[in-house]
């Protein structure tokens, strides 16, 4: 329920974080500091879209108040009519924006990430998709001001890539791309089928949050780290150095690589990168186990192995299993119109965990 007791906790709420962010020392640790700003920024959110709800209801109390009075004459009868019609119209949609700013904020959001495409069932055609893949994600990132460059990459002979690692840097990049881990099918005629005949392939997308240093915990101690040629396809040897860098984080069994770089400082700082990212993840999703809430639940696992969307070349359909989103425009989605799939994946999620949330209130 909301009310005005609501309110004033999240005032006092408000009020401890700025006693507690005004306190010697705390600003020395980065890390409590964006904590409890991050914190105060989301109480304060809730606290002006509650209060905005209060002010709609007190408006609505009001105007029955007044339209229960039989001596009101018919000048205020109208405009008390009015703000009610007024005010009942808008409450469901301020109702709505406090539900969604109680969702607990993903801290990852903001971050840039680390995406990974890898040819899966279907031979060289797979490789081939994964390609039209890298592309279609290339595309969107030219088309709204971010940055791409590739980590590692593993050309496929006929087209393609058997598999791609690339950062994508920018404003709000986990949010928009964090739905695209899983299982991307396509089915199209192949260039090199010559009986015209349908075939199915597909390619696995994986999305990591980029972990900056105070996120992750790397001893030097727990790493191997190993040197190799950089090859490219065919076994064609991209330089005659040892550039190439495979590290190997022992704890965890983590394996990453990098020999898209010419230097090898730079390939181990890639390949560092990616590590980093992979053990954030696996940290988030412990907690998320401990706390039986998954980020991204409502809209998938993020696991590889779950068929997330096909994409059906001879009808021009994208289908989006997830929130069974058919768009009849694949020519446009691959040149990275992507942005109706995203905002549909994300409604989605908020939806469902309002509906977790709703009874949480009070």
């Given amino acids: ?34 904590s409890l700003m991050r914190d105060y920024n989301h109480q304060k ?8 709800f209060l002010s709609l209801q007190d408006a609505i109390d009001g105007s029955r108040e007044m339209l229960a009075d039989a001596s009101l004459d018919d000048e205020l009868r109208e405009m008390a009519e009015e703000e009610l019609s007024a005010a009942e119209e808008k409450l469901p949609a301020a109702e709505k924006e406090v539900m969604i700013a109680l969702l607990p904020p993903d801290p990852a959001d903001s971050k840039n990430v680390i995406m990974e495409i890898r040819a899966g069932t279907g031979g060289d055609e797979a490789a081939i998709f ?9 595309r969107y990132a030219e088309m709204n001001g971010l940055k791409i460059s590739v980590m590692d990459i593993s050309p496929s002979e006929v087209g393609g890539y058997k598999e791609v690692v690339f950062s994508v840097e920018g404003e709000n990049v986990y949010k928009k791309l964090k739905y ?9 005629v192949p260039a090199t089928e010559t009986q015209g005949r349908i075939h199915t392939s597909a390619a696995t997308v994986a999305v990591l949050a980029e972990a900056e240093d105070v ?44 020999q898209d770089e010419r230097s090898q400082h730079k390939n181990k700082a890639a390949a560092m990168r990616v590590l980093r990212a992979k053990i954030y993840e696996d940290q988030q999703q412990k907690i998320d186990s401990e706390q039986a809430e998954a980020r991204r639940s409502q809209v998938g696992t993020g696991d590889r192995s779950e068929k997330i969307r096909t994409y059906n070349y001879p009808q021009n359909r994208l289908t989006d299993h997830r929130i069974n989103l058919t768009l009849y425009k694949l020519d446009r989605v691959m040149e990275g119109d992507l942005e109706e799939i995203f905002t549909g994946l994300y409604e989605h999620d908020v939806e469902m965990k309002m509906k977790s949330q709703a009874d949480k209130l009070g």
Avoid: F
């Avoid at 994964?130 to 290339?138: E, I, P, V, W």
């Fill in 1 to 34: 329920m909301i009310n005005k007791s609501y309110l004033e906790r999240l005032k006092a709420r408000i009020s401890e974080l700025e006693t507690e962010m005004s306190q010697p020392g705390v600003g020395a640790d980065p890390n409590q500091m964006k």
């Fill in 215 to 258: 996120d992750v915990e790397i001893k030097a101690e727990d790493l191997k780290i190993d040197t190799y040629r950089a090859s490219g396809a065919g076994g064609q040897h991209v330089n005659t150095t040892d550039s190439a860098i495979r590290i190997t984080h022992i704890p965890t069994g983590t394996i990453v690589q990098c």
């Fill in 45 to 52: 959110d809730i606290a002006v879209r509650v209060s905005n």
């Fill in 130 to 138: 994964a390609g039209d893949l890298y592309r279609m994600y290339s």
């Fill in 180 to 188: 695209e881990s899983g299982t991307h099918r396509v089915q199209r």
